[in-house]
């Protein structure tokens, strides 16, 4: 059964960090591009950063340049979001998601159920 899990969210003061984990089960991720997806409440769910499969490619939504860094472990069949800086505005549920390559939402083929972010003092 193929199965995304996230993990590593919380309560988190602004300026903080967080990582975030995103485990597979039922396939490998060698040879899959894994995205990170986030949604606040009343707003769409908007990608945040990608990693490609064959050359690691990666790529990140403005709003987090230079303070979010994606990364994977294939032996680990993980990928990883470190989330430095935290702002208030980083508040969201954030999924991952599994595809041949970074793709928008629609096009993405596997989703996690999501872990919650907050940022607040």
């Known amino acids: 059964q193929v199965q995304l899990v996230e993990s590593g969210g919380g309560l988190v003061q602004p300026g903080g960090s967080l990582r975030l984990s995103c485990a597979a089960s039922g396939f490998t991720l060698d040879y899959y591009a894994i995205g990170w997806f986030r949604q606040a409440p009343g707003k769409e769910r908007e990608g945040v950063s990608c990693i490609g499969s064959s050359d690691g490619g990666t790529g990140y939504a403005d709003s987090v340049k230079g303070r979010f860094t994606i990364s994977r472990d294939d032996a680990k069949n993980t990928v990883y979001l470190q989330m430095n800086s935290l702002k208030p505005e980083d508040t969201a549920v954030y999924y991952c998601?599994?595809?041949?390559?970074?793709?928008?939402?629609?096009?993405?083929?596997?989703w996690g159920k999501g872990t919650l972010v907050t940022v607040s003092s």
């Open positions: 998601a599994a595809a041949p390559l970074c793709s928008p939402a629609y096009a993405m083929d596997y």
